[in-house]
């Protein structure tokens, strides 16, 4: 593919070579789902000078299998960079990253996305573009046809499916784009500001209803946002990025029993905590 | 359009499945009432001035020479005598055959190295030099030797006539591939798309608006390719009736065949259109598209 041409040959050698002497030795049942190890990542500035700026520094991270986890911080902290990493759409400059105890090197096999922009093909119905995520499976047409049903039923779009994205309103077109990712039934669900387009009704709506979809699939989910309220609701550990160079500053847990609703969150003592303490780190501050 | 919004519009809202509605669609804006012309007026106002324009051209026609300018009832009478002499329609009929030949090459092989163009960098550098230097030569000089090649029979008129066509077909159609939005392309890395199906599902409908654009103006130069050819080429057809009705300044049947073809061009703008709806039936539904 033209613009898919950044996977280094030696280094795509190199990894393979170390996780088939690794792999035996780890027990797989207990192995995280998802593996960061020294990650770092840096582009060039667009000055071209030449020189390049760090857009992540030594970043290391474990994500357990069914664990959601979310990453926060101001812009310029990396974290679409680094849920690009993990996704494979970006390769790191330094370090490893394991998804499924395989080293990424372009997508693993079984992701799913939901992009801050629904990113639905305009000229796709719902359906289709559903199919459009099974279309590489090697699966019989029924047996894709069934699972579109399926997921069209649990994110409540049965009655869109012959609709044209541009016909939905935004929530509806992210319902859609979050249908898409989890129709293949993926291990790892990625989402980078799913909800941010959209007014504050919609997203609160929005955000339990994903909670319970994602919590009914069990799927491992990287969640990328800047509404601390947003990570609490959702996550069983926030990850709190700094900036300069973009780095993982503290991980927090959020001990609170999932799927959650709004209304059970309101006057939770644990949630405020946990919102002043987010925020003191993220402001700097704590 | 505004009766597709009310239609979808409706359909939602009566859905009880429904938890994030729709926003309503946008009530149509009262438009500020002309107080020079009522609305009935206002729809007739092409016609009438239509109307004034021949009315005006009859008038001032009648009292010129009838070799500089011909008056448009003899223009009509032209119309129907050389009907009568059954020269309107074969003349009529092969335009149509060299513009449809013609311009459907140029758009199967200016749709396939647009695509090529437009998704591979290597193919964009190799090609692009012939391309930006054949879109800005005056090809129509080109014409003596397309009869060395060709001969001066119908296969001569429709490479004129293609050869005009295909650049802006080019040009347009690599552009819209190339203007594929980075975030459909990595949606389609995360559901490992090969290229086949970057290609169909994505690149080429999202430069069908663009494609349509490259036809549109394929087809106006190849009107020109139609009319030329038949004139240099064979002197049949239209272009052979304006070029015979000039020579012998029979100035009404030479505006007639001129009419003649631009009617031409004008049915193939409007079988263009009707094509362009059926192959992309979502994007006239996207304009009802809410904001978010």
Known sequence: MKRGGYLVAEDSNGRVARTATASPAVDASVRPRIEIINASKRFPRPDKSGETFTALADVSLSVMQGEFISLIGASGCGKTTLLRMMSGLMPCDDGEIYVSGKPVVGVPASIGFVFQHPELLPWRTVRDNLLFALKQRRMPRELKDRAVAEQLELTNLQAFADYYPGMLSGGMQQRAGLARALVGNPDVLFMDEPLSALDAFTRRQLQQDIAEIIFTTRATTVLVTHEVDEAIFFSDRIVVMGTSPGRVNEVIDVPLPRPRRHSDLIGNPTVAALRDRVLGIVLGVA | ?292
């Open chain 2, 1 to 292: 359009m505004s009766a597709a919004s009310g239609d979808a519009g409706v359909r939602l809202s009566h859905d009880p499945a429904v938890e994030v509605p729709r926003s309503p669609a946008p009530a149509k804006p009262s438009r500020p009432r002309s107080r020079t012309f009522s609305r009935a007026t206002k729809r007739a106002l092409p016609a009438i001035s239509v109307l004034v324009f021949l009315g005006i051209w009859q008038i001032v026609g009648g009292r010129i020479n009838p070799i500089l300018l011909a008056t448009p009832s003899k223009v009509g009478e032209a119309f129907v005598d050389i009907n009568r002499e059954g020269l309107l329609w074969p003349a009529f009929s092969r335009a149509m055959e060299v513009l449809g030949a013609g311009l459907g090459i140029a758009a199967v092989g200016g749709i396939a190295l647009g695509v090529l163009m437009g998704r591979s960098e290597t193919a964009y550098r190799v090609f692009s030099p012939y391309v930006a230097f054949f879109q800005t030569t005056p090809l129509i000089a080109l014409t003596p030797l397309v009869v060395i090649w060709f001969g001066i029979g119908f296969e001569a008129e429709v490479a004129v006539t293609a050869m005009l066509a295909v650049w802006s077909i080019i040009i347009n159609t690599s552009e819209g591939v190339r203007m594929t939005p980075d975030s459909l392309l990595d949606m389609s890395r995360i559901y490992h798309a090969n290229e086949r199906s970057v290609i169909r599902d994505i690149a080429v409908p999202h430069a069908i608006p663009y494609i349509f654009a490259g036809l549109r103006i394929g087809l106006a130069k190849a009107m020109i390719g139609v009319i030329i050819a038949e004139m240099d080429v064979s002197l049949k057809g239209l272009g052979g009736l304006v070029e015979n009705f000039g020579n012998s300044f029979e100035t009404a049947r030479l505006l007639a065949a001129i009419i003649t073809s631009s009617f031409v061009g004008v049915i193939g703008t409007v079988i263009l259109e009707i094509v362009r709806r059926r192959a992309a039936p979502w994007a006239g539904k996207s304009r009802v598209r809410t904001q978010v």
